[in-house]
Structure formats: structure tokens, C-alpha cells
């Protein structure tokens, strides 16, 4: 009993310190990054800011949830972090500004890694390959002598939908001859076609995809982009400085890919879709990344 008497002062301290320990890991835990690098307010959740109107990435499904590729994945990040996660519903053209002002820890859309957008934002790519084409899509047959975004110079009122915020709009208001019509939604863009409110639609090749084998009426001319314009594949956005969230997700992704959560999830999403494909690069990219030389498939706005 002496023994266990003179045991007892080092006993306490060892609780005390490993209850220390605790604390302190708890703490940073919930306040690696959001408490030094501005985040969200809570420190319970991981936010993510999403545009639910381009299929598979995030839509609405009947039932009103927001479901698909980018939410499962998110989801599985938010857990591998120890946090829930919470969707924020942003239009596509404000994702860089909320992220930018701290409304979100972090954006997820299909949004195509660019040398631009490098410099707005850390990118961690997830998904997809390089692209180097978009798609025009028509209702039906395209006008006589269309086959490209230049020979829409040689039609009068020429006219091209496009959603707005996206890499399309910026590539498209370079034809001065063409009259850009914005849509809010990819649903917009095939509204607009249909109803002859535009000429065609400029869209990424999941899009055309999509809308070709759901509706047979749809042909479609693939345009080449200019190089400044190459997508290097799809990126979840980080703000810029934010190094702590950077890393962590970075190195979550790179676990995802190595114990199969990302293929399965890429086949449950994308199954039957041509640009389904795992992602090429295994760490952020920056400005000065060397561009991916692989075959294109992947577009994302």
C-alpha cells in the first residue's frame, strides 16, 4: 500500500496529461484550419459550396435532395476530416467569390482545373483528364455551313446558349459576330435549343453526352479550344493561403484513390459515361504545373 501511496501523485499526472493530450487534440482537430485560416463560422461542419444542376456531378433529385458524384465525394472527405458535412447552394458564377470571402470552406462543382483559375484558387484534382474540345449541340440538324464556332460568322443572328459563369461564356464572347444567350442551369441551355430561343448550345462532353443519349434529336459538333483554355481536369477549390485545408484534403484524395473510394464512386456516378475516368495528377496543382500530356476526355465548366 506504500507503494501504490507513493504511485498515486504520478498516477494523476499521467490522467492529467493524457487528458491534456486530449484537449489539445480535440482542439485541433476542429481548428486546424478554421480558426487561423478564416473559415466558417462552425466548427462542427465542413461547408461546401455547389451548384446541383450539372448531372452526375450534383443535382436535385426527385425526392428534392441534392445527390450525386461531387456530393459523395465531399461527404467522404467531410468524414475521413471528423466533421459532417453541409451544402451550401450557389450559383455557379458566385462559387469563387463565396469561397473567397470565407462562406465556404471549399467549392465543388465539375469545375475545370485552368491555368486562370490557378491563380484565383488552390485547386486538388479529383476526377477527369485534360480536355481540349467542347461540344456545340443543336436541335436537330445545325444550320447549313455551321461547323465550328468561327462559321457561325457566315449566319446572320447568330445566336448561342451558354451557361453563364462558365469557361464556355468566356471562350464564347470572343466571337463578337455571335450573340451570347445566358442560361442559369444546364436544363436552361437545352430549354433554350428547343424551343429555338438560340442557335445551339456551347457545353462540356458530359453534357452533350447526357443530353445526346437521352434525347436522340440532339447531333452534336465537337470545337476545338485554344490552348490558354485547356482544362487540366476537375479541382475542388481551396482559398488561397488556406494550406491547413489544403493538405488535409489533399492527402485524404490521394488515400481515397489508393483504397478504391474514388473508382467506386467514379462507376456508381459515371457508369456508361465516355468521360468517366480516374484522375491523373496526385497533388495540387499551381500555375506553374507542366500541362498533363493524356488524351482528352474530361470537361468540366
Known amino acids: 500500500?506504500?507503494?501504490?501511496?507513493?504511485?498515486?501523485?504520478?498516477?494523476?499526472?499521467?490522467?492529467?496529461?493524457?487528458?491534456l493530450a486530449a484537449l489539445v487534440y480535440c482542439y485541433y482537430r476542429r481548428c486546424r484550419w478554421h480558426g487561423w485560416q478564416g473559415g466558417t463560422a462552425s466548427?462542427?461542419?465542413?461547408?461546401?459550396?455547389m451548384h446541383p444542376a450539372y448531372k452526375p456531378y450534383e443535382f436535385v433529385s426527385e425526392g428534392a435532395d441534392v445527390i450525386g458524384f461531387d456530393v459523395d465525394f465531399a461527404r467522404d472527405i467531410a468524414r475521413r476530416l471528423g466533421f459532417k458535412l453541409s451544402l451550401k447552394t450557389v450559383p455557379f458564377h458566385e462559387?469563387?467569390?463565396?469561397?473567397?470571402?470565407?462562406d465556404v470552406?471549399?467549392?465543388?462543382?465539375?469545375?475545370?482545373?485552368?491555368?486562370?483559375?490557378?491563380?484565383?484558387?488552390?485547386m486538388v484534382p479529383y476526377h477527369g483528364r485534360p480536355v481540349r474540345t467542347l461540344s456545340l449541340v443543336f436541335w436537330g440538324e445545325p444550320p447549313a455551313?455551321?461547323?465550328?464556332?468561327?462559321?457561325?460568322?457566315?449566319l446572320p443572328g447568330?445566336?448561342?446558349?451558354?451557361?453563364?459563369?462558365?469557361?464556355?461564356?468566356?471562350?464564347?464572347?470572343?466571337?463578337?459576330?455571335?450573340e451570347p444567350r445566358l442560361a442559369c442551369t444546364a436544363d436552361g441551355l437545352l430549354t433554350d435549343i428547343r424551343h429555338g430561343e438560340a442557335h445551339a448550345a456551347l457545353v462540356t462532353h458530359t453534357q452533350?453526352?447526357?443530353?445526346?443519349?437521352?434525347?436522340?434529336?440532339?447531333k452534336v459538333i465537337d470545337v476545338e479550344m485554344d490552348k490558354r483554355d485547356w482544362v487540366l481536369g476537375d479541382g475542388i477549390g481551396i482559398r488561397k493561403g488556406n494550406t491547413a485545408l489544403l493538405r488535409e484534403v489533399s492527402h485524404i484524395v490521394k488515400h481515397m484513390r489508393e483504397d478504391g473510394t474514388a473508382s467506386r464512386l467514379q462507376i456508381r456516378w459515371f457508369s456508361g459515361v465516355e468521360s468517366a475516368r480516374p484522375p491523373i495528377p496526385t497533388t495540387p496543382l499551381t500555375p506553374t504545373s507542366p500541362p498533363l500530356n493524356q488524351p482528352e476526355q474530361m470537361s468540366a465548366p
Do not use: C
Request: proline residues 2%; hydrophobic residues 45%.
Open 95 to 102: 462559387l469563387s467569390a463565396r469561397l473567397e470571402s470565407s
Open 158 to 178: 447568330a445566336t448561342v446558349s451558354v451557361q453563364v459563369g462558365t469557361l464556355q461564356e468566356e471562350i464564347l464572347r470572343r466571337y463578337l459576330f455571335i
Open 1 to 19: 500500500m506504500a507503494d501504490l501511496g507513493l504511485l498515486i501523485p504520478f498516477i494523476i499526472v499521467g490522467i492529467g496529461a493524457t487528458g
Open 105 to 122: 470552406d471549399m467549392i465543388m462543382s465539375g469545375i475545370g482545373i485552368t491555368e486562370k483559375r490557378l491563380k484565383m484558387m488552390e
Open 43 to 49: 466548427r462542427e461542419k465542413l461547408v461546401v459550396g
Open 208 to 218: 452533350s453526352y447526357r443530353l445526346r443519349s437521352e434525347y436522340p434529336k440532339i
Open 145 to 154: 455551313g455551321v461547323t465550328s464556332l468561327e462559321t457561325f460568322e457566315s
